[in-house]
């Protein structure tokens, strides 16, 4: 009986006990997470602490669902009933098969899309709903273009007050029944306030911009996957109700590419503030020798694990990787910074909000990450 004990103990620990295959800066600064959460032992759904081999106050917090839920409804009502996700969360999709690629890959955490989570009820039960850019992939978890192959995704949680949860969840509602108002942006390095657009000169503009959309109509909002979660927060102060009058506020202000000051951490820092955080006192030999790195270089090799489009950006970006690493080797001096910055705009990337939560800014907080492989 004792043996048939542990081996059936085992056995369980094989089966929930996987944690994702990827580098500790990949990992989440302990200290970031949220402190209240759901411990889970249900049959679709269980939770696991996982520790960054070489960090302990690095990791993730592994919410497993069964691979058969992966893009069915089945997952949002597991996390919407199961109290995993709140509404105003943000979800981040994460491509484990980034790791140990390219390093604008691994800057990226790999991370590669951004959306937003929304609690609902419906028959006594609760789900969670996403709304993101593209407008067609909002769904219940179960859009086969998003979730279809993704493996597993961040979930982020906002320092919101229940009324900025209502007014977000009111603006979603009037976004959700009029998707001809938006359409996909695809060059993720021109925000919509650097493209010339009548009236939208400043980030805060966009903000109003698609205030204006969602309530009256007008131009389509065109915009990709980030920018609309970023801009869509920018509404939480301010119901439809009150608007034009009420308050529009950004989330926190677009990001530079490099901050020489810590905490401020910018657009490629995202490795660098996880490390920064937890205190990590191998981070130069890390960024030098792990993350500013590329272990695969021919598309045959990329292929399965990054499409060509993120396989383009990496290559166009790979002199910025380059001078970043000669940045880290050469003992971090200021009068490269200028040349970090050289050519990017401020903006808002899908690693943003995670570069944000890991440097411990802007009231974000690390909740989960969600794992379809039970």
Known sequence: ????????????????????????????????????????????????????????????????????????????????????IESGDILLSLRPAWANTLAYAHVQLGISHAALGFVVEMDGKKYVHSLESPMSYSSFLDSPHQYGDLEAFHILRPTLTESEKSNLKSWAKLAMSHPDRFAFFSDYSK??????????????????????????????FNCYCSEFVWSFLGLRKCSPDEFPNGNLEMFFDPLKGFYQDDPKAGLTQGPDAALRKSGDSNRTQILTSKVFIDFLDSPSDLQGRMSSGHQAVARANKPKMELLKRYYASGEPADMVPEINQGIIENFSPTAFMIRSDAGLNGLRYVATVVFDK
């Not at 400043?202 to 903000?207: E, G, M």
């Open 1 to 84: 009986m004792k043996r048939l004990f542990i081996f059936t103990f085992c056995l369980l620990l094989f089966e929930i006990g996987y944690a994702l295959d990827v580098p500790d800066f990949m990992m989440v600064p302990k200290s970031t997470w949220v402190a209240a959460f759901p411990e889970l032992n249900k049959a679709d759904i269980q939770t696991e602490i996982s520790t960054a081999p070489q960090d302990a106050n690095l990791g993730l917090r592994l919410v497993h669902l069964k691979k058969s839920y992966q893009a069915t409804r089945r997952a949002s009502e597991a996390l919407g009933e199961n109290g995993v």
């Open 191 to 220: 925000p919509m306030y650097k493209r010339g657009l009548p009236g939208v000169d400043r980030p805060i503009d966009q903000i109003r911009l698609l205030a204006k959309v969602i309530k009256n109509g007008g131009p389509t």
